[in-house]
């Protein structure tokens, strides 16, 4: 790779910081300029991610060649920051770029209305979230953990609002607690194995005296829990379903990735230091990540079912894919680690449209309606005999197309067949239940019957705040819902829809990955052998 295309890997870091800036010189109630620059600014992300997705997926990976390495400052690694791109990363910056325009627009209605430097703060975080996926180093990802930390606090305080505040309040202590948690392991790391690439990292492993691995290992196992927090891993995710339900609606559905960022690292990491030489991921460490999903998974189910608001139901939501995620990552097996990859993109599109339709659901609620449901269905509704007056009424329109995505929803984070929730969770039981030679673990049949007993809380719950929503007889409002609302919730239950009709080509995308994942050494070589400017590639 050369040329142009080659610093096409660090345009998803300018884009939005170009953007960022050039919005700081704009008034800030020109914003309508700025919705144009943020807006923009996507549109070419999304371009870039889908040219990078193209060059990851024409990369030959048997011939050593794990992705491209951009050399900042031009000097090789270890010494100098680099940027790795391969099939996992520009996979998930593809996913960034998809999120981020539906709930850009989303925001143009009227929330971007409802702060200053929403826009900014957008792209900013856009920009850490990108070079986390591509960073080398955990240098650099610390810091890109920090941009996007930073911009998320005032994203998550945007529309002010006491509820707002005290969920922010509590995502900052502990997001600032995961911080110096992340320093403390990046300097074990750094002290014990001498370097924060993590492909040299990976190389150093087997010569460590056992000493100097304890601490690395602690270093790790720190840096583990950091990540374990950022996915709202049980029972460190107490803060998620709060934080998540109070932001607002487009917030919250670019906010779907952020858990996610916790569970990329941690593969990436899991991946690259479980090699034949140096094996960190032990059988313990595999039943602390399998048992750490399980009890995310049973936990976030639990909430699923006691939710009486739809916002909390969708956080308790974004628990039980971090929970099946990291149960397939201690589970091992690339072909469940292939429907892993499926779920994460299904379930992450899903969760986001999800946020995006209960604001528009809950417009038209009276305040207190869900409470008065779950009242009338404990004592009983004294009206009972009017009920008749009701039928043969034509729900309007509004309603009707709420009411099919609402229903598109249900049918996708419950798992059900034919959409792309089904084929996903149907890849991780095969992959699961087809581990070692049709051997099926203890741990399998329980991991298999968790993921089947989420999906049948999450139709439950659904399918019980749907009658309240769409077929109770309580009094209330048609919503009054701007073209511009409804689309991005449209496009992204389309990209399931296509993913479903595609679920063939992108599941071999999958398993490539997963293939490539499994062989760390394509990684480390590509890093190593990245050509300098002017400079032919050695390996040290």
């Known amino acids: 790779m050369s040329g142009l295309a080659h610093h096409l890997i660090i345009a998803p870091v300018l884009v939005p910081l170009a953007a960022a800036a050039i919005m700081l010189f704009i008034e800030d109630r020109n914003r309508t300029a700025k919705a144009m620059i943020s807006l923009g600014s996507t549109v070419v992300m999304l371009t870039v991610a889908l040219l990078l997705l193209r060059m990851a997926h024409d990369m030959d990976s048997s011939a050593g060649n794990a992705g491209g390495v951009y050399l900042l400052g031009n000097w090789p690694a270890p010494f100098g920051i680099v940027l790795v791109l391969d099939k996992l990363s520009a996979m998930m910056l593809m996913l960034t770029a998809t999120l981020s325009i539906p709930a850009l627009a989303f925001s143009l209605a009227r929330w971007h209305n409802a702060g200053a430097h929403f826009h900014t703060l957008f792209q900013l975080m856009l920009m850490g ?31 002010s609002g006491q509820q707002r505040v005290k969920a922010g309040l509590h995502y900052l202590v502990i997001n600032l607690a995961s911080a110096l ?11 014990t194995a001498g370097t924060l690439n993590m492909a040299d990292l990976a190389l150093r492993l087997p010569d460590l005296a056992p000493d100097r691995r304890v601490f690395l290992e602690a270093g790790l196992a720190v840096l583990g829990v950091v990540f374990l927090i950022k996915a709202g891993t049980w029972p460190l995710n107490f803060w998620l379903p709060t934080a998540y339900s109070a932001a607002s609606a487009p917030v919250a559905g670019i906010f779907a990735i952020l858990s996610k960022l916790g569970i990329y690292i941690l593969l990436r990491l899991v991946m690259l230091t479980s090699g034949d030489d140096g094996t960190l991921l032990t059988d313990v460490a595999r039943f602390v990540l399998m048992a750490a999903g399980m009890a995310t998974v049973t936990f976030g189910a639990i909430g699923v079912l006691a939710s009486q608001a739809l916002g909390r139901l969708a956080g308790y939501s974004v628990l039980v894919s971090s929970g099946t995620l990291l149960l397939v990552i201690g589970f091992g097996g690339a072909d469940a680690a292939a429907g892993a990859l499926f779920y994460l993109i299904s379930s992450t599109l899903t969760i986001a449209a999800f946020f995006l339709l209960i604001e528009l659901i809950e417009r038209g609620q009276d305040a207190g309606a ?9 004592y009983g509704d004294v009206d009972e005999d009017d009920s008749d007056d009701e039928i043969g009424v034509i729900m309007p329109g509004t309603m009707a197309v709420l009411a099919v995505c609402f229903s598109a929803c249900a049918i996708l984070l419950s798992g059900l067949p034919p959409l792309s929730g089904f084929v996903a969770k149907f890849t991780i039981l095969t992959g699961m239940i087809g581990a070692g030679g049709g051997v099926i673990g203890a741990a399998a049949w329980l991991s298999a019957g968790l993921i089947i007993v989420s999906g049948l809380c999450a139709l439950i719950a659904m399918t019980r705040s749907g009658i309240r929503t769409f077929w109770a007889s ?16 449209l496009m992204l239950l389309t990209l399931t829809l296509a993913l479903t009709v595609g679920a063939g080509p992108v599941m071999r995308y999958m398993e490539q990955t997963a293939a490539a994942l499994s062989e760390p050494r394509n990684y ?17």
């Open 181 to 191: 948690l992340f320093l403390i392991g990046v300097s074990l790391v750094y002290g």
């Open 524 to 540: 480390i070589n590509a890093v190593f052998e990245a050509r300098r400017v002017g400079q032919e590639a050695t390996r040290p």
């Open 129 to 159: 979230l990108n070079g986390a996926f591509l960073t080398g180093d955990l240098f650099n990802l610390f810091v890109f953990f920090e941009v996007m930390l930073a911009a998320s606090y005032g994203l998550l305080l945007h529309g």
């Open 474 to 489: 309580i009094e209330g409002t048609v919503p009054r819902v701007l073209v511009i609302e409804v689309a991005p919730v």
């Open 370 to 378: 869900s409470v008065l449901a779950v009242s009338m269905e404990v």
